[in-house]
């Protein structure tokens, strides 16, 4: 079997089941990378959702017995809604990082990632494959650096020439010793747009981020958001974008290729007030589909609370008064105290000073009266 005639073919079919870019490198340890993970993890930047053995991280051959090839693939996803909201004055919205718009882009990458699977079975029975999208134990982004993809810019997104950084990635090992690709040049120059845009100087040394600090991490934990970031997620609800939409290389790039991939605006922009009162049930029947929606309701709802205090909503004072009461969630019910401190009044002074008397939780109590002294003069 000729393995260029394959690759070629698999070129030509990636394009047929809608893969807008792929690359191919070898299977050889990523060298540098595990030097950049050591030194992540001795500055303590992880995120903690990262596989923790990074020999695994950086050696495909730990993962596929006989890995000769990785094959990376990309898909475009649009960086504009092509519907608006309708939105009443007064309306209160939060914000879907461009990443969590359409389908959860792993069940997308993976149904790409298994036809290209089966096409390369019905051309070498014997092929051992492997595939994985961001969960896997690989980097996506160092495999799709090193097959060409594009260059991993300052913002720490693959950056393409094609489509800049609003490309899903997701990466095949495999045994067939494919011929590689070359790696794009790096086209960041003296550009530091990304990190100046930065809400929370998350990015740090040109290329590595502090995940600590960044408010896409941030958005996706479960506990209470230390203090110091609340006032800068602003209505981010799930990840965030400024350092993608700060970059020019994104300018102008907005592909709507495939219809999985297509926003709806009420969803990934939803008003505030109504995700507080969310069942279970109904938030996976509206929000189940999204990548965002990983974490559960809870996280969203959180950020949901501290987007209405960065609005300073007095119109959701009723709601987070509720929330103090009834919400069995700590975490939930002391970012609704310290949102009603944010958002001030006398109603808020008041339901505060209610839920001081019968709160039992010291991670609320602490943050009612952190709240009740935003109301000192
Ligand atoms: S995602 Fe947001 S917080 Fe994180 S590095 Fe980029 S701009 Fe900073
Ligand atoms: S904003 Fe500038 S430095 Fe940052 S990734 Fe884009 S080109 Fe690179």
Not at 18 to 37: M, S, V
Not at 243 to 261: I, R, S, Y
Not at 264 to 271: R, W
Request: some cysteine.
């Amino acid at each position: 079997m000729d393995v260029n005639k394959v690759k070629a073919e698999i070129i030509e079919y990636s394009k047929e089941i809608g893969i807008d870019k792929i690359g191919f490198t070898t299977a050889d340890p990523f060298i540098e990378l595990k030097n950049r993970l050591i030194r992540q993890q001795e500055l303590g930047y992880q995120s903690g959702f990262e596989e923790p053995d990074i020999e695994k991280r950086v050696t495909p051959t730990l993962l596929l017995e006989g890995a000769n090839s990785i094959i990376s693939i990309a898909l475009a996803y649009p960086s504009k809604m092509a519907n608006r909201v309708e939105s009443k004055k007064g309306d209160r919205r939060g914000i879907y990082a461009r990443a969590s718009w359409g389908m959860d882009y792993h069940v997308v990458l993976k149904d790409r990632l298994k036809k290209l699977e089966n096409f390369i079975l019905s051309k070498m029975p014997d092929a051992l494959i492997k595939s994985m999208v961001d969960t896997g134990e690989l980097s996506d982004r160092a495999v799709a650096v090193r097959a060409g993809i594009g260059w991993s810019g300052k913002n720490c997104a693959v950056i393409t020439p094609e489509f800049g950084s609003y490309v899903y990635i997701g990466e095949m090992i495999t045994n067939i010793p494919f011929e590689p690709d070359q790696p794009i040049e790096d086209q960041c120059g003296s550009c530091t747009k990304c990190l100046e845009a930065c809400p929370t100087g998350a990015l740090v040394q040109g290329g590595q981020i502090n995940a600590q600090h960044c408010i896409s991490f941030l958005t996706q934990t479960k506990g209470l958001i230390p203090d110091e970031f609340r006032n800068k997620i602003g209505n981010r609800i799930y990840g965030c974008d400024s350092c993608q939409t700060a970059c020019p290389h994104n300018k102008g790039k907005n592909f709507h290729f495939h219809e999985e991939l297509e926003p709806d605006p009420e969803t990934v922009k939803p008003k505030l007030i109504p995700l507080l009162k969310l069942s279970n049930r109904e938030f996976k029947t509206r929000f189940g589909y999204l990548a965002g929606s990983w974490r559960g309701k809870r996280p969203i709802q959180r950020n949901a609370i501290i987007a209405l205090a960065h609005f300073k909503d007095r119109s959701a004072v009723p709601e987070l008064a509720d929330i103090l009461e009834k919400e069995a969630s700590p975490v939930v019910r002391g970012t609704a105290a310290w949102a009603l401190g944010k958002i001030g009044g006398e109603q808020a002074f008041k339901v505060l000073i209610k839920a001081r008397e019968h709160e039992k939780d010291q991670d609320v109590k602490n943050e009612i009266q952190k709240a009740l002294h935003f109301f000192q003069p």
